[in-house]
């Protein structure tokens, strides 16, 4: 019963971060579409170096948020969240400094010709962008706060609304020929709305009332001091993770143009799977603190245990679908013009079967955020130094298009050196070896399942010609052999029976 009820919550949580990140999808395929390539690069470049900062000036409040606000009584609750609310309002302000001040200069070593000849300097692009940065990291807090005070459907609901914004910030661009600096100020004013109503409902889910903030406040500097020091490590972990996910794309910005840079960041597709981690984590880590923090180590093994056979069921089949069928995807996806992206992408893919789990929450939740820190530095030293290595050789040898795959590759082989590393870790701390931590059985006996799923997909598809029908078909294809092989097999039915009963909101 406690198992369906997180997953009915991840399943909500993920159902809003899937709508926030196919609008960011969506963004792309419109503008891609509206500006030249150097304009469009320009744009993916203010976007990655905005979004880059954002979760060192977070401070890891957020996160530290899930893990403080089960064990405090409902005053102390808003008390928190009105600290984290306050904290990290002065941290946007912050974070809007440090981007006008340094950012065109940080800039300015990566985008050598911003503007593909329209006159604009780079800071004239970075500018109106600076309130898009300062509402991510003022608001930061919103999501923690809703899913902690049992309101993930109101979250869901602000997510979906932030994307549709999105989508008509887009929409009204491409269509009005609006330039590049107006579509970002535009953004910005939808991600300032969203911080605005987030607040609100914030307020409303945790029952904050004004009169609480001067004694909330005032009263409370050893609550907060506890909230930042257990939060600090988390920011350094997040800001260096952040520096991880973007190396591969700071590296392919300075050794390329603009436009190069924008055909590589569309192809580095982060595919919506994450999001189910993400909404896990946001889900489990309560769980984790509160479980580990009575000693029930087994309890968590297997709560981590199921949660990584759950996702499995849904990770590992997508990978090999859109392995299988990328061209497809990308033609469909994206104009012509950005046909080498397709290489980086299915690059990025083979990452993707490592989604299956969660590592660094977990040990968050445990309260051993310092060895997901040194997994994470290592990770960014080795995707640094691989990235750059690669380019050297690849350069000269294939071309351009060549190179622009070494830092892809880069990222795919240190994530996988960075999981084997955390998965160590985790192993030591639960008293797991690595047979009895992971569900292995379950993991091949999906990769099997997806693989013959896979190539009877393939099969069937192959002889349509229209790139949409063809996806059509083979996902169609591919949706029905798995369904058929999974219901050969009672463990993995009853499995998704009851995903399916929780996301549908029965049984929870």
Not at 332 to 360: D, G, H, I, K, W
Not at 434 to 463: D, F, H, K, Q
Not at 479 to 489: E, N, V
Request: proline letters at 5%; one cysteine or more.
């Amino acid at each position: 019963m406690a198992q369906a009820g997180v997953t009915r919550r991840v399943f909500i949580v993920a159902v809003g971060r899937t709508a926030s990140t196919a609008s960011v999808f969506i963004v792309y395929a419109i503008l891609a579409r509206t500006w030249p390539g150097e304009q469009f690069g320009v744009f993916t470049a203010v976007w990655v170096l905005g979004n880059t900062l954002v979760p060192f000036f977070l401070l890891g409040l957020p996160t530290g948020l899930l893990y403080f606000f089960p064990r405090r009584d409902r005053r102390s609750r808003q008390a928190l969240v009105l600290q984290a609310a306050l904290c990290l309002a002065v941290s946007g302000l912050a974070a809007a400094v440090v981007l006008l001040s340094a950012g065109t200069r940080l800039a300015s070593i990566f985008v050598s010709e911003a503007g593909g000849g329209s006159g604009l300097t780079f800071d004239q692009y970075l500018v109106p962008f600076i309130p898009y940065v300062f509402s991510l990291v003022a608001g930061g807090y919103a999501e923690s706060a809703l899913v902690a005070a049992g309101r993930p459907t109101w979250l869901a609901i602000l997510a979906f609304g932030t994307a549709l914004g999105l989508i008509a910030v887009a929409v009204t661009g491409a269509l009005s020929g609006a330039s590049v600096p107006t579509v970002l100020w535009w953004l910005s004013a939808v991600g300032v709305t969203r911080m605005a109503i987030s607040y609100v409902l914030v307020w409303r889910a945790v029952g904050v009332k004004i009169p609480l903030l001067p004694r909330g406040l005032g009263g409370s500097a050893t609550a907060v001091a506890e909230l930042v020091r257990y939060s600090l490590p988390i920011a350094a972990n997040d800001g260096v993770g952040s520096l991880s996910r973007a190396v591969d794309r700071l590296v392919v910005l300075y050794f390329f143009s603009a436009e190069t840079f924008g055909v590589y960041h569309v192809g580095a597709i982060e595919v919506p799977i994450s999001l189910l981690l993400a909404a896990s984590t946001t889900v489990l880590i309560p769980e984790v603190s509160r479980l580990y923090g009575e000693g029930r180590g087994d309890a968590v093994a297997a709560l981590w245990k199921g949660a990584v056979g759950r996702l499995a069921l849904v990770t590992v089949p997508l990978f090999f679908f859109l392995f299988a069928f990328a061209g497809v995807i990308i033609g469909l996806y994206l104009p012509q013009t950005f046909a080498r992206s397709e290489l980086v992408f299915r690059v990025f893919l083979l990452a993707l079967p490592l989604r299956c789990a969660v590592y660094n929450p977990l040990l968050v939740g445990m309260g051993k955020a310092r060895w997901a820190l040194w997994g994470a530095l290592g990770d960014l030293g080795l995707n640094l130094i691989l990235s750059v290595l690669f380019v050297q050789l690849l350069l000269p040898r294939g071309g351009e298009d060549w190179a622009m795959l070494g830092p892809a590759a880069a990222t795919v082989l240190s994530t996988y050196l960075q999981v084997a590393f955390l998965l160590i870790v985790i192993g030591r701390h639960l008293r797991r070896n690595l047979w009895e931590l992971l569900p292995w059985a379950r993991l091949l006996r999906v990769s099997a399942a997806s693989t013959l799923a896979g190539i009877t997909a393939l099969a069937a598809a192959s002889p349509v010609a229209p790139p949409s029908l063809k996806l059509a078909v083979g996902a169609l294809v591919f949706a029905s052999a798995l369904t058929g092989l999974y219901w050969l097999c009672p463990q993995d039915r009853e499995e998704v029976r009851v995903m399916l009963r929780s996301a549908l909101g029965r049984g929870a």
